[in-house]
C-alpha cells in the first residue's frame, strides 16, 4: 500500500480547500507557540471547515501539532476545531497518551526510543531544540526497525519532490510535507504540492 500524504503548517483555508481536492489524505496545524506557521483555534476551524467542504465525501483528516501542554489543554484545542489527530512533540507519557486516545483521538508521537501506547511513531528531523519545520532529514533506517515492532510510522523532516519516491521506498504509513511546499514560512504554494503529487502519480503509472 502507498504511504499516505499529510501537509503539514498549513495556515490558509483556501489552500486547504484546494489540497483536499487534490487528494491530499491529511492537513497538519501547528499550535506551537512561536512557530512562523502558528495559528490560533479560530483560523485552525476556518482551515478544517474549507477542507472538509472541498470534500465532504472522504474529507482529509486534520492534525493538531502540538509542542507540550496538558491533556486537557490539548483536548480543549482538539475539541474546539475539532481535530481529528494530536500530534505531540516533548515529553508525553503513556497516561497522557491513554488521556487524548480516550477522548477520541488519534495520536501521533515524536518517536523518543520507547512506544507509549501512540497510534503513530513520528520520525522528524532536529536542528537544536526546533521540535520540527526544520527541513532536516529524519533518520530513514528506523523506518523498517519501527515497522518491524509493529508501529505505524508517520515520516517528516526535508520530504520534497526530489526525495518523495526514496522516502515512499522506506515503507512509511505518512509522508509528511511542511517547508518545501512553501515559498516563504507558512505560505504553502499549490504548484509545489502539485508537482508533488504528478511525480507521485507517474510512478504509480510506472510501476502499474
Known sequence: ???????????????????????VDYLGVIFAAGSPRQVDVARA???????????????????GVFVGGTPGEIGATAAGVPLDVV???????ARSVAELKGAGYEVWRLWDGAARGEDAA???????????GTGRLADWRLVGELKRRGLRVVLAGGLSAENAAAAEATGADVLDFNSSLETSPGVKSLRKLDDILDRRSRLNVGCS
Do not use: N, W, Y
Not at 476551524?45 to 492534525?63: G, K, M
Open 1 to 23: 500500500m502507498r504511504p499516505k500524504v499529510k501537509v503539514c503548517g498549513v495556515t490558509d483555508p483556501a489552500f486547504a480547500a484546494e489540497a483536499a481536492r487534490r487528494g
Open 87 to 93: 500530534q505531540l512533540h516533548g515529553g508525553f507519557d
Open 122 to 132: 513520528l520520525l522528524d528531523g532536529r536542528d537544536g531544540a526546533k521540535a520540527g
Open 45 to 63: 476551524r476556518e482551515i478544517a471547515a474549507a477542507a472538509r467542504a472541498a470534500r465532504p465525501e472522504s474529507p482529509p483528516l486534520v492534525v
